[in-house]
């Protein structure tokens, strides 16, 4: 699968695509007589895959934004992106068999496979059974804590979010078990009564951030609260 990358489009294309395909970039241009070379024997290489790889092609006349992002001293220039992040990346007009090569290097393993089927049924089993593969796995991690807030386990979910990175999604859920382990309220009402024990009071602080981090940027109450915790703290 090829498809042509912008500036416009890297994010979705690129980076968001990457977190469940590997995407192989190419950065060429029409007057780069190697690029001409490169370009069909990646197509073809990445082809054979049946998409299990992607390839982005990224005309770096028409994009130096991208060009400047990766970098790019000479082209063609070609990166490989698993998961957000450059995992690999050579420049010039490689053979077919080194190029086979590194396109193998993206493709998922037995496991890799299999735990994108448990992940994709959702399930508490198979969650759990993600994790006994890859116990760093961090949507089986927030997957199976936000089920055990739910049931009212806060205390088991947070125990299973400190095994992975603090991440948006890893905070969300943690505050969502922290605030479940709470007499259920308005938050309106908890807010108002903890904004006045916010400045000298470390658990009350916790619970105000952990109740703005539940409510969410889209709340439009949220933005409001954020500005009287800094106005009492500062």
């Not at 994709?120 to 593969?133: C, I, K, R, T």
């Not at 990175?165 to 007499?183: C, G, I, L, N, Y």
């Amino acid at each position: 699968m090829s498809i042509d990358v912008t500036d416009a489009t890297f994010e979705t294309e690129i980076l968001q695509r990457s977190q469940t395909t590997p995407v192989v970039v190419d950065l060429w241009a029409p007057w780069c007589g190697p690029c001409k070379v490169l370009g069909p024997i990646l197509e073809k290489v990445v082809d054979a895959t049946n998409g299990k790889v992607v390839l982005a092609k990224v005309n770096v006349d028409e994009n130096p934004g991208l060009a400047q992002a990766f970098r790019v001293q000479g082209i063609p220039a070609v990166f490989a992106i698993r998961d957000g992040q450059v995992v690999d990346a050579f420049q010039g007009a490689l053979p077919e068999r080194d190029v086979a090569s590194f396109v193998a290097g993206l493709l998922p393993t037995e496991d890799d496979e299999r735990i994108s089927r448990l992940l994709a049924a959702g399930d508490e089993a198979s969650l759990v059974e993600v994790l006994q593969l890859d116990p760093g796995n961090e949507r089986a991690v927030v997957g199976l804590a936000d089920m055990l807030t739910a049931r009212g386990e806060g205390d088991k979910a947070l125990a299973l979010l400190a095994r992975v990175p603090e991440t948006d999604d890893v905070r969300r859920a943690a505050a969502a078990a922290r605030v479940s382990m709470r007499p259920a309220d308005d938050f309106d009402d908890r807010l108002a009564e903890l904004i006045d024990r916010v400045k000298g009071d470390d658990d009350a602080r916790q619970q105000f951030v952990d109740i703005l981090e539940l409510m969410g940027p889209e709340d439009p109450r949220t933005a409001q609260w954020r500005k009287k915790l800094t106005a009492r703290l500062y």
